[in-house]
């Protein structure tokens, strides 16, 4: 059967009969999408890398993912390496979730299992990720996002930005808004730090005292302020605006 190429944003996966292979296009790389139905409902989508030609990712996907493929696919694109080989993925996996935007913070380390893999949770939803460079992102609703990224190109930003992609479809969305505050740079020598805000505070050893911190949330936002106070302050208004929905908004009778 002939291969279509359209644009992956408009793909229906579940349209595709048993057996159909379809050929979608998108602003990187092509990716190649086959049907299975007899045995199982589920897709099997290949992803190219920047020069079309290597597979940079095999990913299996059933029914329930069928509407969140598009758009993760589409970031496994973006993100792929220009040239992929058949060797594992370079990214370490601890690495991942420190980079990664959508996880809790860090305060407790990063388990790590026996057989190198790494996991977290996040509300509704969890991601696992192992050195040969399987993935698994399952939401508490029962989809499931799953594959392997192929080729040593890939590195720990690419594996995160892919991994922060898929959670984002699949969490709630109150989680893809979980701020962390950070702490106070704190005692320094002014020289050490340009343009840090000492406020007065000083002390022995010509060295000021830098109140600024950084907040930040899963969705991508940050921010810094001139104290930990405020940054908490921020953190708590971003987290407000993203979260309530504009009274214009709201269907009538809410």
């Keep these: ?21 379809a050929r979608f296009t998108t602003a990187r790389g092509p990716v190649t999408v086959r049907r299975y139905a007899r045995h199982g409902d589920f897709v099997r989508a290949a992803v190219r890398s920047g020069n079309g030609q290597d597979r ?18 589409a970031a496994i694109a973006a993100a792929a390496p220009e040239t992929a080989d058949h060797r594992a993925p370079s ?29 977290w949770s996040l509300p509704g939803a969890r991601a696992r990720l192992w050195p040969d460079g399987r ?33 984002r479809l699949l969490c709630p969305p109150e ?21 840090n ?15 600024s911190t950084r907040s930040s949330c899963t969705c991508g936002w940050t921010a810094t302020s001139p104290s930990q106070l405020g940054a908490r302050a921020m953190a708590e208004q971003h987290r407000r605006e993203a979260t309530t929905t504009p009274s214009a908004e709201r269907p009538a009778g809410a």
């Design 135 to 167: 993935i698994e992102l399952a939401s508490s609703t029962g989809a499931a996002l799953a594959g392997r990224l192929e080729g040593s190109q890939w590195d720990h930003f690419q594996v995160a930005s892919v991994t922060d992609a898929g959670l």
């Design 56 to 73: 940079a990712a095999l990913l299996t996907l059933r029914a329930d993912a069928y509407p969140l493929a598009p758009p993760w696919l």
């Design 175 to 195: 989680a893809q808004h979980i701020t962390r505050t950070g702490q106070p740079s704190g005692w320094r020598r002014p020289y050490d730090r340009p343009g």
């Design 1 to 21: 059967m002939s291969e279509a190429r359209t644009p992956l944003a408009a793909a229906d996966l579940s349209a595709l009969v048993h057996g159909q292979r």
């Design 197 to 211: 805000t000492s406020h007065g505070r000083q002390r022995k050893g010509n060295q000021s005292y830098d109140g």
């Design 91 to 119: 990214a370490s996996m601890v690495s991942v979730r420190l980079l990664a935007r959508m996880t809790p913070d860090h305060r407790n380390g990063t388990p790590r299992q026996s057989d190198g893999s790494v996991g």
